[in-house]
């Protein structure tokens, strides 16, 4: 399974970027993915969560109302959907996903198996 994430970039804060999350290779639409972000000097932490082929969604508290993540099945992609941007969200954003995540794991990022490259999402005050 390969990942490849795009679609960051430099923002005002308050403005908005969709990012995608491509999947190739064997993928199973039931499996859950995520988006984790790591900024500078912090660890990688969870976003956001759900299925390929979409379904219940997960999101860490701090961008629930924000974020908004969603799956389609037919073209292997996940998306998450940034608005309202603030400055702390300024991080490497990658996906991942793994054969062996459930409910009670989704969050921790040692539960995912493969993951893409990172795009890089910046934003200013």
């Known amino acids: 399974v390969q990942l490849q994430a795009s679609g960051g970039g430099l923002v005002q804060a308050g403005g908005s970027l969709r990012l995608s999350c491509v999947a190739s290779g064997r993928t199973f639409s039931n499996n859950r993915m995520a988006w984790f972000r790591q900024a500078p000097g912090k660890e990688r932490e969870f976003v956001a969560a759900?299925?390929?082929?979409?379904?219940?969604?997960y999101y860490v508290d701090s961008v629930k109302g924000r974020f908004t993540i969603s799956g389609d099945g037919a073209k292997n992609t996940v998306y998450l959907q940034m608005n309202n941007l603030r400055p702390e969200d300024t991080a490497v954003y990658y996906c991942?996903?793994?054969?062996?995540?459930?409910?009670?794991?989704?969050?921790?990022?040692?539960?995912?198996?493969?993951w893409g490259q990172g795009t890089q999402v910046t934003v200013s005050s």
């Open positions: 991942a996903d793994g054969p062996s995540v459930i409910l009670s794991n989704l969050r921790s990022r040692t539960a995912y198996t493969y």
């Open positions: 759900t299925k390929w082929s979409n379904g219940p969604t």
